[in-house]
């Protein structure tokens, strides 16, 4: 990629390969202290960030950690939530997923998500980022919501781009022997596809942070960032098939052809009220892929920048805390 990127502008190359280096090299505070665990099921855990109010239930996607959502003091959507009178509880998937290798995405949901509804005492708001998201809708057709809100999640992955389709298809392929020797997708096969939905914005992050001071704010949270898009365990192999077979190849979300709990999922008919907010510039989640029902906020920011970037609080946090209090009690 990076010579494709770079291959008429030597001096580029070597702009990017200062920044790729500075990145490896770069100090790392420790990350803020785990929450504590209240429940626990195959290998998922429930960690309570405290808090007043109704129970919120945030769900991460399984691709990546769960900490874009509590990056540092000043860059966590879910300790800014719990002050401003939600009880949050996030679902960390947590680096097991070995134990979880045979279940599917509609699994997670029917056996971690809805029996872990079942721990908060009462139905709980639900708040799904990227995957999590579409997982969290397909939670709230399974059992008693207050609401369900979603931030970048995928939904309709027929309007993904064609090259976008064949480029997650040759993904899949490549990983074939991995998957069947792991019993899990590794990691790194996703990160790259990734890139390649961005080639040019990914050789262009590591030419700018080339440029920036080391250890200046700017650098450390370009840091954060990267190692969180670059961490993150496995994914089972059945929720691996089941997304990139299920989801980008036969569109059975869009198609409402996704069975969970022996239902078939359609956000159009959820008993509980609905927020999805969408990018409308973002790669990994296209806007055209969003949900469409509910209530709908539409960003101009990324994927990742809607949640941590330095608009994000009026943008999203704001917003999306009015229309959680504003949801009627169970």
Not at 209 to 233: C, H, I, K, T, Y
Not at 283 to 311: K, T
Request: glycine share 8%; hydrophobic share 45%.
């Amino acid at each position: 990629m990076l010579r494709s990127e770079t291959a008429a502008n030597a001096e580029r190359m070597q702009q990017a390969l200062k920044g790729l280096r500075a990145y490896q090299e770069a100090e790392r505070p420790p990350p803020p202290e785990p929450m504590p665990v209240v429940a626990e099921l195959h290998g998922a855990k429930l960690r309570d960030y405290g808090g007043d109010g109704a129970p919120l239930l945030v769900i991460p996607s399984l691709i990546n950690p769960p900490n874009v959502l509590d990056l540092e003091a000043g860059q966590s959507l879910l300790r800014w939530l719990a002050r401003r009178g939600h009880h949050v509880l996030l679902l960390d998937w947590g680096d097991d997923s070995l134990r979880r290798r045979d279940m599917t995405v509609a699994d997670h949901v029917e056996q971690a998500i809805v029996p872990l509804m079942g721990e908060v005492g009462e139905p709980p708001l639900l708040l799904g980022y990227c995957l999590g998201g579409t997982m969290a809708v397909a939670a709230a057709a399974l059992a008693p919501a207050r609401g369900v809100a979603t931030i970048a999640a995928p939904w309709h992955f027929g309007a993904y781009p064609a090259e976008a389709l064949k480029m997650m298809a040759d993904v899949w392929a490549a990983a074939q022997p991995s998957v069947g020797a792991l019993g899990v997708l590794p990691m790194e096969a996703l990160q790259s596809a990734f890139w390649n939905l961005d080639p040019a914005r990914t050789i262009g992050k590591f030419e700018a942070f080339a440029e920036m001071p080391p250890g200046s704010p700017e650098a450390q949270a370009f840091v954060r960032l990267e190692d969180w898009a670059n961490d993150g365990p496995p994914i089972s192999a059945a929720a691996a098939r089941e997304m990139f077979e299920g989801f980008f190849a036969q569109d059975l979300t869009g198609r409402l052809a996704w069975r969970v709990g022996g239902r078939t999922i359609d956000p159009a008919v959820l008993a509980c009220p609905q927020l999805h907010v969408a990018s409308t510039t973002d790669r990994i989640v296209p806007h055209g892929s969003a949900i469409r029902s509910g209530e709908q906020i539409a960003l101009a920011q990324g994927h990742v920048g809607m949640v941590v970037g330095s608009r994000a609080r009026t943008a999203l946090w704001e917003p999306l805390s009015a229309w959680l209090s504003l949801q009627p009690a169970s």
